[in-house]
């Protein structure tokens, strides 16, 4: 009568014991095991490659992944430095933020983008930049602590592109100093999946402060 051995136990023998292979390679070729990827019976050996193909085609796919990442990284990276360098070399305050708006649009290949300032200084009370202001946008705005991304849900920013241009998904960016929000950047698209809320904002954080430098000059002094 054969004694039941138990599993567990088994496998702490051969843990605790990792020669036991080295004194009976003749096992490693003897036990049969199951193949789920060849569906067929193989050794114990050739299970253990099988195995470690498996892992390493993870690690594989794992490295591509990473590298595709670094890859769009660094062209997000230049992207933002060529949208730096074109707000740096306009001349004057008008230039400097349609420069923002529409090397935004090209640059990133945003459909559509705009921006609203207040606390504005006298000189720039009556620019396309300074009107159709309600009192409830500097309120919503000043309550994002991060950019808001996802559906456009009838909001009034969305609205400053114009009644006819159709805008399903948006993204809503504070601009502040340390003392307080003074503007709203808007970017938008007909496409639904363009500005998600699953999204990471760490992009638009960088856009947001890099805007927030280069328009604070348009405000009153804090």
């Avoid at 730096?84 to 945003?110: M, P």
């Avoid at 000043?142 to 009034?156: A, D, R, S, T």
Wanted: proline fraction near 4%; hydrophobic fraction near 40%; include cysteine.
């Amino acid at each position: 009568m054969k004694q039941s051995l138990d599993p567990k136990a088994v496998a702490e023998f051969l843990l605790e014991n990792p020669q036991f292979f080295n004194e009976y390679t003749g096992l490693l070729t003897e036990i049969q095991l199951n193949s789920p990827l060849l569906g067929k019976t193989i050794s114990l050996q050739e299970r253990q490659i099988e195995l470690l193909r498996e892992r390493n085609k993870g690690l594989d796919q794992r490295i591509a992944e990473l590298v595709r990442i670094a890859r769009d990284n660094d062209v997000l990276m230049h992207r933002i430095q060529a949208w730096t360098r074109a707000i740096l070399q306009a001349t004057g305050e008008i230039e400097r933020i349609n420069t923002l708006v529409d090397k935004l649009k090209s640059i990133f290949s945003v459909p559509h983008a705009t921006v609203r300032l207040w606390h504005v200084a006298d000189p720039y009370k009556e620019e396309w930049f300074a009107k159709g202001i309600s009192e409830a946008i500097p309120i919503f705005s000043q309550g994002l602590q991060i950019p808001y991304c996802g559906k456009n849900n009838n909001f009034e920013a969305s609205r400053w592109f114009g009644e006819d241009v159709q805008i399903a998904s948006i993204a809503l960016i504070p601009l502040r100093t340390d003392a307080r929000t003074f503007g709203l950047l808007v970017l938008g698209s007909p496409e639904e999946t363009r500005f998600r809320s699953d999204m990471a904002t760490d992009f638009l954080t960088e856009i947001a402060q890099t805007a927030s430098s280069a328009l604070r000059c348009l405000t009153n002094e804090d």
